[in-house]
């Protein structure tokens, strides 16, 4: 594995403002994404995990500027991603793409799904003429197992499993090298979504892609995925080897949300399973964002915010329990 990541992102940070009603002022900013750094290197599977409203989508977005982040910087193969713009960046974005988890709400209803597959290749003049486009839809539509003929339907006449096919096309149709797949098999029935994993990472070998894989799945995670990344409150908390987080996880939050898939890793002791909910985006607690639901709380976790610090090769976690018994 090349030492530079394909994907490098520092700092980086994103605040919302809570939209108001009609008798109701908006709310104050929060942090959704809240000083991550995160990197995927070349040809590599990263699952990002979280509870929903744990940042894991908007960071998705920020790395492939779908988003644009308020401090912190993201490098695509060494270019600067955030300081592009006009003509350079939309060159750019044909190398970074998403799927999303409802392929439905990205295809327009009233479009052929020949002509959403193949309006990315024509925005970026990569066929010369309808004859040539056609040629390489279909040529798409083959890849991820459809049928060809299928390019002059829309997509209500298509089930959720084949429009994950159509926006999976679509995605690939440009020939990225980085994919933001956003819970990509969540909407779909377990049968099928075996069966876009099993696409997915046909592609990523055939393509020599980068994915970063969100999910809140961990098995699926384990399966695919050789390096884990898990946020909480917009942070993250630990990132560690898919092998080392499943066998040996650190953080309790990490051991609380695989205690809810017990069968994961079979023998292993049983977890305190996770309890209440995530803080309130706009109420922060005082120090580690996690102490009102962890059962190993101390003094400390209440006063102070803890440092995400290196505890292994490629093993990083944010808890004061962790960093003492380094001590
Ligand atoms: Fe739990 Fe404290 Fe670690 Fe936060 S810092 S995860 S509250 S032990």
């Given at each position: 594995m090349s030492a530079d990541p394909l994907v490098r992102a520092r700092g980086l940070t994103k605040s919302f403002r809570p939209r108001g009603g009609l008798f109701r002022p908006r709310g104050p900013a929060f942090n959704a994404v809240d000083r991550v750094d995160l990197d995927v290197m070349a040809s590599e599977i990263v699952g990002l995990v979280g509870e929903s409203g744990s940042g894991k989508s908007t960071l998705g977005r920020i790395l492939i500027r779908l988003i644009e982040p308020d401090e912190g910087t993201v490098h695509f193969g060494g270019t600067d991603l955030l300081a592009l713009q006009g003509e350079e960046l939309r060159r750019n974005r044909r190398d970074f793409q998403i799927v999303f988890q409802d392929p439905y709400g990205s295809l327009n209803p009233r479009m052929k799904i020949g002509d959403a597959i193949g309006e990315p290749l024509t925005i970026h003049r990569l066929v010369d003429g309808r004859a040539q486009r056609d040629e390489r839809v279909a040529e798409l539509l083959d890849r991820v197992g459809?049928?060809?003929?299928?390019?002059?339907?829309?997509?209500?006449?298509?089930s959720g499993g084949q429009r994950q096919r159509v926006g999976i096309a679509r995605a690939i149709a440009c020939g990225p090298r980085f994919i933001v797949a956003d819970e990509p098999v969540s909407a779909l029935d377990a049968p099928v979504q075996a069966q876009i994993v099993n696409l997915l990472v046909d592609l990523q070998e055939q393509l020599g892609l980068s994915y970063l894989f969100i999910a809140h799945d961990l098995q699926l995670v384990r399966r695919i995925c050789q390096r884990v990344v898990v946020m909480y409150f917009g942070r993250v908390v630990e990132e560690a080897s898919a092998g080392e987080l499943y066998r040996e996880p650190r953080h309790p939050y990490t051991r609380a949300l695989l205690a809810a898939t017990p069968s994961i890793v079979p023998g292993r002791p049983a977890a305190p399973a996770l309890s209440g909910e995530p803080p309130s985006q706009t109420a922060a607690p005082e120090g580690c964002p996690f102490h009102p639901r962890?059962?190993?709380?101390?003094?400390d976790c209440r006063r102070r915010d803890p440092a995400l610090i290196r505890?292994?090769?490629?093993h990083r976690v944010a808890c004061h329990v962790v960093e003492k018994t380094l001590e």
């Open positions: 459809l049928d060809p003929a299928m390019a002059t339907r829309y997509p209500h006449e298509f962890c059962p190993e709380a101390i003094d505890i292994g090769e490629g």
